[in-house]
């Protein structure tokens, strides 16, 4: 073996064969709360050998670029930005027998905007939660809330939240939802919402829009990269402007379809097939530095 690519900061340091490794974010440094103190030192630790012995470092969008320039003091000749690819599974599900199977198997609602993600403090969702108390005065009728995604983390402090604010009949919690059924689940939900502080990348509003379903996010980090100008934006620390995109997108069909087909268009924009043509070329760069 002459090289070794590990899509994560744990390489098995030191190596005798060249390193290149993934960084997906620096979630750890910049949200303490995300880890436990000695998890947060072995974490910072490892990060920086495996920085230090990498001759080429990947990493999925230009805000985490710079927050490896900035954190942890990299060489950014040594960086390259590949973003994420779209898997080919996710694309519209609007079959009457795979659309009723997931509503089912998760007790979906027949409309309802939808997250996914791990309950971590930098997902927003305590924001979002309080938010969801505003909405519901504002709109004709309430949309159900499904919130979905192991419940470990933060998922207790958000249950409690919602039923703090007598939501509990509005937001669910359908927990880990199957690889197999999420593309289903993606085209069931009328909007999808994502309040994050912080992203490295940001997958779950791409597959959103391959699935035909328009999204709702924060104009925080790597999202407005990622999603470009075919998601409604808000600030994530204003529930005015989480407010003002969600009555839009719900209330003016010509916004939402137009959303719809946006989206659709910007996620075909990150196939894998040119995400493992980029790596490829850094195996290539990291030989000709020999």
Not at 10 to 35: E, G, K, Q
């Amino acid at each position: 073996m002459d090289l070794l690519h590990v899509p994560s900061p744990w390489a098995p340091t030191p190596l005798s064969v060249l390193l290149v490794a993934t960084i997906h974010d620096v979630t750890p440094l910049l949200y303490p709360r995300s880890m436990r103190l000695f998890e947060r030192f072995r974490y910072r630790r490892q990060l920086t050998r495996t920085l230090e012995q990498a001759r080429r470092i990947i990493t999925v969008s230009r805000i985490s670029f710079s927050a490896l320039c900035a954190s942890v003091g990299v060489d950014p000749a040594k960086v390259r930005v590949i973003h994420n690819g779209v898997s080919e599974k996710f694309k519209p599900q609007t079959g009457a027998e795979v659309q009723m199977a997931v509503r089912h198997r998760y007790a979906l609602p027949e409309r309802f905007a939808f997250w996914v993600g791990d309950f971590r403090p930098e997902k927003n969702l305590s924001f979002l939660i309080q938010g969801w108390s505003r909405l519901r005065k504002k709109l004709p009728e309430p949309l159900p809330l499904v919130l979905a995604g192991a419940q470990t983390g933060e998922f207790r402090r958000v249950k409690n939240e919602v039923k703090r604010r007598g939501l509990e009949g509005l937001v669910s919690f359908p927990g880990f939802i199957r690889d197999d059924d999420l593309a289903a689940v993606y085209s069931a939900a009328t909007v999808f919402v994502f309040p994050s502080l912080y992203e490295g990348f940001g997958l779950p509003p791409l597959e959103a829009m391959a699935c035909g379903t328009p999204c709702v996010v924060s104009n925080s980090s790597s999202l407005p990269e990622v999603t470009g100008s075919a998601a409604l934006l808000f600030n994530p620390t204003s529930l005015d402007s989480f407010e003002d995109c969600m009555v839009r997108v719900l209330t003016r069909p010509d916004l939402y379809e137009a959303l719809r087909e946006d989206g659709l268009r910007q996620s075909a924009l990150f196939p894998w097939s040119r995400a493992a043509e980029e790596t490829l070329q850094v195996y290539r760069s990291a030989f000709e530095t020999l």
